[in-house]
């Protein structure tokens, strides 16, 4: 992982630690599991079988790959879905050399998950909306004239891109390095899903 990116990553988080934010993180939760149920994440998403996370909850990890698989785009979301890129074991590397976030982190995921009117625009955990649903929420968090949300969308996305992006998996279909580039190569290629 890039020393610039790591710092970057946390300090989006680190701006999610503060008390305003859990509780309204723990609100989100216990609305979430109340109004929707405390149904379990699709099993595509959950730790690999006989991985127990040290940071996340299979919950928390669930979310994370949700959103990374959004946020890294077509090429990203379909190695995700294959278990070729595994964020959720970026994240708890990152974690592991920042213990002190995981809680932050974890709370956003959850508000992530479990949000409902009117902190987020929908009646269904993130996890269990279609692809497009899980765009519209992730722009609501971005675009929002909350600054609270848009922390959240910063530190998951931060998070996201440095687990995606600094995954060794990831450089044969984004052209890293750079020396030795295909022709054509780009960003917009590595989001339009051409590659390996």
Known sequence: M?????????AAL???DRRAFLRLAALAAASGAWATGCGPAPPALL???GLEPRFLTPRTWAVFTAASARIAGPA???RILARRLEPGARAESFLASAPTLASALRQALLVLE???????AKLR????LAPEGQDAILRELMDSRLETKRLLFGGVRSLALLACYGDPASR???DYPFESPRP???ISAAHGGSGA
Request: a negative charge; zero cysteines; glycine letters at 14%.
């Open 47 to 49: 730790p690999p079988p």
């Open 114 to 120: 479990f949000g409902i009117p009117p902190l987020l």
């Open 76 to 78: 990203g979301a379909e």
């Open 172 to 174: 044969g279909w984004m």
């Open 14 to 16: 680190s701006a999610l």
């Open 184 to 186: 054509g190569a780009d």
């Open 125 to 128: 955990p993130f996890t269990a």
């Open 2 to 10: 890039s020393g610039t990116r790591h710092a970057q990553a946390v």
